[in-house]
């Protein structure tokens, strides 16, 4: 299981486990990546004035977080999986 943030970027050898660790309906992992992605304005007069967050800009911190949220995600389960057969 891979994450490909752009081309010259792939996050290898996800767990599996850390895409099970849920907020909400998505896990951890898929939030994190559909709010940071880049989002097209449908008003063009919106886009040319408020529009300036370029993902970019962010991209060595969002690796960071992304590598958090797996470590913990997967942690997580674990813990929860112990407490299951308590």
């Known amino acids: ?3 490909v943030i752009d081309d010259n970027t792939v ?3 996800i767990p599996a486990v850390a895409w099970e660790y849920k907020l909400g309906n998505r896990s951890a992992l898929e939030w994190v990546l559909s709010e940071y992605k880049e989002k097209n304005l449908s008003d063009e007069t919106l886009s040319e ?3 300036n967050y370029k993902f970019s800009d ?3 911190k969002v690796v960071e977080l992304l590598k958090k949220i ?3 995600s997967v942690k997580t ?3 929860l999986e112990e407490m299951k057969k308590i």
Do not use: A, P, S
């Open 11 to 13: 996050l290898r050898n």
């Open 77 to 79: 389960m674990k813990i």
């Open 49 to 51: 004035q408020f529009d």
């Open 70 to 72: 797996c470590t913990v």
């Open 1 to 3: 299981n891979d994450i």
């Open 58 to 60: 962010f991209k060595e």
